[in-house]
């Protein structure tokens, strides 16, 4: 939003505030989640798995991606 710079303080309040929503939007989806070895998107933890059992060393497949796999 271009504004015309009034004061340098108010400036600097509402980059401020403006960083600080834009974070706390952020923090409102960030949730667990782990990148998919197979569709190699960022995914929600709940029904991955292991793409090698017992170790997570080769990461995870999205529960989507683990029914596809697993058939
Ligand atoms: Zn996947």
């Given amino acids: 939003m271009p504004s015309v710079s009034r004061q340098g ?35 929600g933890v709940s029904g991955r798995r292991q793409v090698v059992r017992g170790t997570s060393r080769y990461g995870y497949y999205c529960a989507h991606c683990a029914a596809l796999a697993g058939r």
Avoid: E, N
């Fill in 9 to 43: 303080q108010q400036d600097l309040i509402a980059q401020y505030r403006d960083a600080t929503l834009r974070h706390a939007k952020l923090a409102g989806i960030t949730r667990p989640s782990f990148r998919c070895q197979r569709c190699r998107k960022d995914q």
